[in-house]
T-cell receptor, first 119, second 117 residues
Framework: AQKVTQAQTEISVVEKEDVTLDCVYETRDTTYYLFWYKQPPSGELVFLIRRNSFDEQNEISGRYSWNFQKSTSSFNFTITASQVVDSAVYFCALSEARAGGTSYGKLTFGQGTILTVHP | DTEVTQTPKHLVMGMTNKKSLKCEQH?????MYWYKQKAKKPPELMFV???????INESVPSRFSPECPNSSLLNLHLHALQPEDSALYLC????????????????FGAGTRLSVL
């Protein structure tokens, strides 16, 4: 069984603060993908990043950075110098690739972290 | 372009009504998905279509009837819904569902906010 845990239900910061969103996952598969999505109040889930299980290299994209550690089954997301526009619900998700057949790409989502950035 | 378009944006319907939700993508994707999302919860997968064929039905009640008339369109027909079916319905698409891991980024639409009275 697969599971994604986002222990932080809500985070509130002041603009320009750095903030890290935690994500811990469980899977029996050796091959899988991890994702982060952002859901602003408009409702659309916006794809932010995908990381496969073979690649533990951390990634930086502008103010966003991701730290993937297989040893601790974590895939944390950091926003540097947060802005009001970063206010949204952030979901971490896991997709397994099942050996011997097709992967229907089912995403297992965490419960989400509500991030509020105050001006 | 990673746009998935859903219509309508909002829908209010009675329990005896029949309505349909529409989803469209022009990215050449061959897999399309319906999700249901209740307030303050993550999306829950309902259906997956691959090459216009239903691949997965996550034990969804028959009052929800999906249809994929072509590779760009996905519909969700609604009939005799219950108030507890009120939710945000999200459509997503991806290049495919094959095991090749390069193809399974799901891109989502903005959703249809459904209220059942």
């Amino acid at each position: 069984a697969q599971k994604v845990t986002q222990a932080q239900t809500e985070i509130s910061v002041v603009e320009k603060e750095d903030v890290t969103l935690d994500c811990v996952y469980e899977t029996r598969d050796t091959t899988y993908y991890l994702f982060w999505y952002k859901q602003p109040p408009s409702g659309e889930l916006v794809f932010l990043i995908r990381r496969n299980s073979f690649d533990e290299q951390n990634e930086i994209s502008g103010r966003y950075s991701w730290n993937f550690q297989k040893s601790t089954s974590s895939f944390n997301f950091t926003i540097t110098a947060s802005q009001v526009v970063d206010s949204a619900v952030y979901f971490c998700a896991l997709s397994e690739a099942r050996a011997g057949g097709t992967s229907y790409g089912k995403l297992t989502f965490g419960q989400g972290t509500i991030l509020t950035v105050h001006p | 372009d990673t746009e998935v378009t859903q219509t309508p944006k909002h829908l209010v319907m009675g329990m005896t009504n029949k309505k349909s939700l529409k989803c469209e993508q022009h990215m050449g994707h061959r897999a399309m998905y319906w999700y249901k999302q209740k307030a303050k919860k993550p999306p829950e997968l309902m259906f997956v279509y691959s090459y216009e064929k239903l691949s997965i039905n996550e034990s969804v009640p028959s009052r929800f009837s999906p249809e994929c008339p072509n590779s760009s369109l996905l519909n969700l027909h609604l009939h005799a819904l219950q108030p507890e079916d009120s939710a945000l319905y999200l459509c997503a698409s991806s290049q495919g569902i094959q095991r090749k891991l390069t193809k399974n980024i799901q891109y989502f639409g903005a959703g249809t906010r459904l209220s059942v009275l």
